[in-house]
Every structure is written in C-alpha cells, then in structure tokens.
C-alpha cells in the first residue's frame, strides 16, 4: 500500500477528529447536570478540532479541494460573456 503522505496525514486527521467528537457526544450532559469533563478539557478538545480543521484545508488545498459538496452545488462556474453589442466609450 503506497499512499501519498499527504492522504495518509488526512487519514490520521480524520480519525483524530471522529474520536475527539465521539469523547464530545459521550460526554454530552444537561445544562443543570456538571460536566465529567474539566473545563480546561473541554477548551483542549475545542482547539485540537480547530487545528485539525485548519489543516485539513491546507492539505485540501495542496491536494485540489476533495471536500464533501452538495450534488447541486455550483463548483468553479466559468461564465462567457458576449460583449459584441455593448457601446464602447470614448
């Protein structure tokens, strides 16, 4: 199996996340209930998620953008314009 490190990096980053989110939902209690997690914790949780994110769109970035997208969403549209019958000034 010969992956790109790049692939293999965002492999890693996506189950960091998945994991980091699970501990999230695990962990979920009701406003009047106290957290089983420090708030200190829940604030390291937070920042890991953020860097992820940061760089996954760096490497989506290196890599051409391969994030999930609507199927009618409209990607890069190039729109040509047929400027014959507009006036020029002078």
Do not use: W
């Not at 890693?12 to 501990?23: D, E, G």
Request: charged share 35%; net charge negative; glycine share 4%.
């Amino acid at each position: 199996m010969s992956e790109e490190p790049s692939s293999v990096e965002l492999h890693i980053l996506r189950a960091m996340r998945r994991t980091l989110t699970n501990v999230a939902k695990d962990t979920y209690t009701p406003a009047d209930m106290r957290h089983p997690l420090s708030t200190e914790t829940i604030n390291d949780i937070r920042e890991c998620l953020a860097l992820i994110s940061a760089r996954e769109h760096e490497l989506g970035g290196m890599a051409g953008d391969d994030r999930p997208h609507f199927t009618d969403e409209v990607r890069d549209a190039v729109v040509q314009l047929d400027t014959r019958h507009l006036k020029k000034k002078d």
